[in-house]
């Protein structure tokens, strides 16, 4: 079992920048992946940005150019830099993690983006 726990979310103003911080309550030596995705009111989850232990990285059309997903393997984390950021990224921000057979979700991060 893997928790995660997600921080850095708040209110910033179009063009802002945000870090968003996931880490998780044990090494992540058997995870595959892990990532972000979003749900704003009304839509679907959707994938943001994720990456593999290969070092595969995949983005969102949306976002790219803008975000940056990473990971600190020594902590057990994974970060999703966001800048210049617009309205339309509001939503609540999830962590995912997913190993062979198990998919884990942190518990979300609101991202609310307005002047």
């Known amino acids: 079992q893997v928790q995660l726990v997600e921080s850095g979310g708040g209110l910033v103003q179009p063009g802002g920048s945000l870090r968003l911080s996931c880490a998780a309550s044990?090494?992540?030596?058997?995870?595959?992946?892990m990532g972000w995705y979003r749900q704003a009111p009304g839509k679907q989850r959707e994938l943001v940005a994720a990456i593999s232990t290969g070092g595969s990285i995949n983005y969102a059309d949306s976002v790219k150019g803008r975000f940056t997903i990473s990971t600190d393997n020594a902590k057990n984390t994974v970060y999703l830099q966001m800048n210049s950021l617009k309205p339309e990224d509001t939503a609540v921000y999830y962590c995912?993690?997913?190993?062979?057979?198990?998919?884990?979700w942190g518990q979300g991060t609101q991202v609310t983006v307005s002047s």
């Open positions: 044990r090494s992540t030596f058997n995870i595959n992946s």
């Open positions: 995912n993690a997913n190993s062979r057979f198990s998919a884990y």
